[in-house]
């Protein structure tokens, strides 16, 4: 019996010290030659600018070719976006329409717009070894009625678009695109009312007649020996 319990001692000791070894780390996938180190953003994928519009509570796929109306939120935003899907919305708090541009109307034939960018996460969306800007893009922007998306954010920021139209560039990022064209902004609408032009040529010709009924006034006023001269 005695020698039944020191077996069983000792076999309780032994499974003991088995447990009490360190286990050995799990092994790191490998990495393929030229491939990004596990947790690094991939070189190879797909990056680009997404357009965005808030129904109020969320972000929405926007058209950047298509006319927000009045009193829209749209946002911007850089990211890693697979082939044939959208990268992400834009990050942070929803920003709200009256706290960007105030609770005043458009004026006639304008339209404004809230406009926020948002230029991505540095570590996930970022192209290896490119740094986004610090600090996102939140501005209220007028334009015409039919102005874009697209043409919106130029009025909000420095825009580049490639030969197909997309953009490529917000305020100089990446840094490797630099090529395209930069993209004008959206031109606010005529003011009513006659055209500029028209009020200067009238003035001009108000002048000329104000001028000649002075000479002619003083014409009729010179005296008869002033006139024999």
């Known amino acids: ?13 032994g499974a003991a010290a088995f447990l009490s070894l360190p286990l050995p780390a799990p092994a790191s996938p490998p990495v393929a030659p030229g491939g990004p180190a596990p947790g690094a953003a991939d070189p190879g994928a797909t990056r680009s600018w997404s357009a965005w519009r808030s129904d109020g509570t969320a972000w929405l796929a926007a058209d950047p070719a298509g006319s927000p109306p009045d009193g829209s939120v749209i946002g911007w935003r850089f990211s890693v976006s697979p082939e ?3 990268g992400d919305s834009p990050g942070g708090e929803l920003p709200s329409f ?15 717009v809230a406009v926020t960018v948002d230029f ?20 209220c922007v007028a334009g015409a009625e039919d102005a874009t ?6 009025s909000a920021a420095q825009v580049r678009v490639n030969d197909r139209g997309e953009v490529v560039s917000v305020s ?13 902004a ?5 003011p009513d009312g006659p055209p500029i032009l028209l009020i200067a040529g009238g003035a001009g010709a108000l002048a000329l007649l104000t001028a000649g009924a002075v000479v002619a ?3 009729r006023t010179r005296t008869p020996a002033e006139t024999r001269r």
């Open 1 to 13: 019996m005695l020698r039944a319990y020191r077996v069983a001692a000792g076999v309780a000791l």
């Open 84 to 86: 044939g899907a959208a």
């Open 98 to 112: 009256a706290s960007v541009c105030g609770r005043d109307t458009a004026a006639s034939g304008h339209k404004r």
């Open 120 to 139: 991505g996460d540095g570590d996930a969306d970022a192209y290896p070894g490119d740094q986004p800007p610090a600090q996102g893009v939140l501005r």
């Open 149 to 154: 998306t697209a043409r919106l954010l130029a």
């Open 172 to 184: 100089g990022y990446p840094m490797r695109e630099r090529g395209g064209t930069e993209l004008t």
């Open 186 to 190: 959206a031109a606010p609408a005529a």
């Open 217 to 219: 006034t003083r014409r």
